[in-house]
């Protein structure tokens, strides 16, 4: 089974650029979030998606961060404009848990993460 | 105070050692408890899933928590360098509620 697939694995802007992640979560499953790591510190939860609907959006900077799932699957988080900040690792994950709760545990599978360098 | 804690290490061990690792939480709504590995420039993967309190066991691995000092731990028995990562605590209040990650603890076992 393929896992959930990012890209681009890296990337560096300068301040004030725009930048955008895509992510291809697991095949099947309804459940997307997008994370941000910062060094040294947990996943922070930006965004999360209920096939194409956003479930909680609460601690996604609105001013400058957007993302989509349009037609349920795979995703895109933009950022605009990039602020010194944002410098950190924006994790997808996907889960098979449906809007009844589906999967028990809820577990969360991760990409290899997209590492954003802000100059 | 922050709603997840864990001490960040790093912690270095020699390879067999029994190595602890912990996380103290503040909410005593959390009721499901994750532990997830991450290696270096790698996402998190879940190594141990507990609900409630109590002991789970897998493997070289044993997760404990104690509901009632808002804490849990992940045991690791003859640790490997393979187990040289990052290990983040996650915990959750329900069934439909998203996980709080702790900052993660950075571990090498060394040959």
């Known amino acids: 089974e393929a896992g959930v697939a990012q890209s681009p694995r890296y990337k560096i802007i300068e301040k004030r650029q725009s930048v955008a992640f895509w992510c291809n979560p697991i095949?099947?499953?309804?459940?997307l979030y997008w994370y941000q790591q910062i060094l040294g510190q947990g996943p922070k939860l930006l965004i999360q998606?209920?096939?194409?609907?956003?479930?909680?959006d609460s601690q996604l900077p609105k001013d400058r961060f957007s993302a989509e799932r349009l037609k349920g699957v795979d995703s895109t988080l933009k950022i605009q404009p990039a602020k010194l900040e944002d410098s950190a690792v924006y994790l997808c994950?996907?889960?098979?848990?449906?809007?009844?709760?589906?999967?028990?545990?809820?577990?969360?599978?991760f990409g290899e993460g997209s590492r954003l360098t802000v100059l | 105070q922050k709603e997840v804690e864990q001490d960040p290490g790093p912690l270095s061990v020699p390879e067999g050692a029994i190595v602890s690792l912990n996380c103290t939480y503040s909410?005593?709504?959390?009721?499901?408890f994750m532990w997830y590995r991450q290696y270096s420039r790698k996402g998190p993967e879940l190594l141990m899933y507990?609900?409630?309190?109590g002991n789970k066991e897998d493997g070289r691995f044993t997760a404990q928590v104690d509901k009632s000092s808002k804490y849990i731990s992940l045991f690791i028995r003859d640790s490997q360098p393979s187990d040289s990562a990052t290990y983040l605590c996650?915990?959750?209040?329900?069934?439909?509620?998203?996980?709080?990650f702790g900052p993660g603890t950075r571990l090498s076992v060394l040959p």
């Open positions: 994950a996907s889960s098979a848990r449906g809007a009844s709760g589906g999967s028990n545990t809820g577990e969360l599978f």
């Open positions: 095949s099947g499953h309804a459940t």
């Open positions: 998606f209920q096939n194409n609907g956003v479930v909680d």
């Open positions: 909410n005593s709504a959390f009721q499901y």
């Open positions: 507990t609900y409630s309190s």
């Open positions: 996650a915990m959750k209040k329900g069934y439909g509620q998203n996980f709080v």
